[in-house]
């Protein structure tokens, strides 16, 4: 039985691009037998500021979020980073064995440090370290992310290799598991950047938690090209491939399937039914979401009892890990 781990951040505005790419592969993975861990990473959260409430709001709505997508607690530890202080223990650890240098070439920190100058926070630069930790501390085997996060997942290797080098065979070397598929669903407005939560305009996402009205007048503005038919080209037609990515996603049907039958059709028929084809995909969803929002404690025991679960793992590592540098006496 293989390990399996990822985690996201709790923001109110989860894309359809966070849903494939980070919360669907990990359904088909719990339904495989695994063991699996899916948590809301508070801490990495806190690294560019957030308002308090709105924190408190979103980790709820993450809560109701992955129990509607079909998270199963019986099978998948599910819990909040924070109530289990082992991942920032270990990340204090692990950061005095990674470089510098390491850090300043991560992508993310110099796409979100730009124009920052000096008042980039320490945190944000040592995000990937807590994100390692957060991976090692479970053994795990394979982490499903969308492919902007694999350079932190290979950083985690290193980190596991260059500890169990100097003190002995400790942590398993983590695997990235990429969706082949929807692993990099781009942004309505621009084919050419990946959809995020962070675009300057919200044209550029659609949120889980847009309305019908919302989505059908995003996927009317959507960019495409000035050709006439529908065919799939990721590299000629990218817009159009990612629109077609995402019908089959929301479709399960084929690409090739909706390419061939849409190839004469227009654009007009083509987005006319995408659009449909998501709000039918969104509606239920989102009903299931509003209903575990109405019981609010009862996700909070969730939580609790997923804490409790991954402490007990968490502990089990971290006790190797104290030994093994030498502060146990
Ligand atoms: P965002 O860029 O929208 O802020 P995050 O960085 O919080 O998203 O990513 C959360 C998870 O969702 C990660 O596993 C990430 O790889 C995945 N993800 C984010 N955007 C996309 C996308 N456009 N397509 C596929 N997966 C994505
Ligand atoms: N850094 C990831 C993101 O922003 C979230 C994350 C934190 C994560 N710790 C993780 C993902 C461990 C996978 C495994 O999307």
């Given at each position: 039985m293989s390990r399996v781990l990822t985690a996201l951040q709790p923001t109110g505005n989860l894309h359809i691009g966070n849903y494939f790419g980070a919360i669907d592969p990990l359904l088909e993975l719990q339904e495989q037998g695994n063991e699996n861990y899916l948590f809301i990473v508070d801490y990495h959260a806190i690294t560019i500021p957030k308002d308090p409430a709105q924190l408190r709001k979103n980790i709820i709505y993450a809560t109701a979020v992955y129990l509607a997508a079909g998270i199963d607690i019986n099978k998948t530890t599910l819990f909040q980073q924070s109530r289990v202080p082992q991942h920032t223990e270990l990340a204090w650890i692990l950061n005095c064995l990674t470089y510098m240098g390491e850090l300043e070439r991560m992508t993310q920190f110099k796409d979100k440090s730009r124009n920052k100058g000096e008042t980039v926070s320490v945190g944000?630069?040592?995000?990937?370290?807590?994100?390692?930790?957060?991976?090692?501390?479970y053994n795990t085997d394979f982490v499903p992310v969308g492919e902007d996060q694999v350079q932190h997942v290979e950083l985690a290797r290193d980190i596991a290799k260059r500890f169990n080098n100097?003190?002995?065979?400790?942590?398993?070397?983590?695997?990235?598991?990429?969706?082949?598929?929807?692993?990099?669903?781009?942004?309505?407005?621009?084919?050419?950047?990946?959809?995020?939560?962070?675009?300057?305009?919200?044209?550029?996402?659609?949120?889980?938690?847009?309305?019908?009205?919302?989505?059908?007048?995003?996927?009317?503005?959507?960019?495409?090209?000035?050709?006439?038919?529908?065919?799939?080209?990721?590299?000629?037609?990218?817009?159009?491939?990612?629109?077609?990515?995402?019908?089959?996603?929301?479709?399960?049907?084929?690409?090739?399937?909706?390419?061939?039958?849409?190839?004469?059709?227009?654009?007009?028929?083509?987005?006319?039914?995408?659009?449909e084809a998501l709000v039918s995909w969104l509606k239920p969803f989102q009903e299931k979401v509003n209903g575990y929002l109405k019981n609010e404690e009862e996700l909070k025991r969730v939580l609790d009892k997923g804490a409790e679960r991954a402490l007990l793992k968490a502990e089990t590592t971290m006790k190797r890990v104290r030994e093994k540098i030498g502060i146990v006496l």
């Open positions: 944000l630069f040592a995000y990937p370290v807590l994100m390692a930790a957060d991976i090692l501390l100097r003190f002995g065979e400790t942590f398993v070397v983590p695997e990235p598991r990429i969706r082949t598929s929807g692993a990099r669903i781009m942004g309505l407005d621009d084919p050419t950047k990946k959809m995020s939560k962070s675009a300057e305009s919200p044209k550029n996402y659609i949120s889980l938690l847009d309305d019908e009205d919302d989505v059908r007048k995003k996927i009317r503005s959507a960019v495409t090209d000035s050709e006439s038919t529908i065919s799939f080209d990721p590299e000629h037609r990218p817009a159009l491939a990612n629109l077609l990515t995402i019908f089959s996603l929301v479709t399960k049907k084929s690409i090739q399937d909706l390419a061939t039958e849409y190839k004469t059709k227009g654009y007009g028929t083509f987005k006319g039914d995408l659009a």
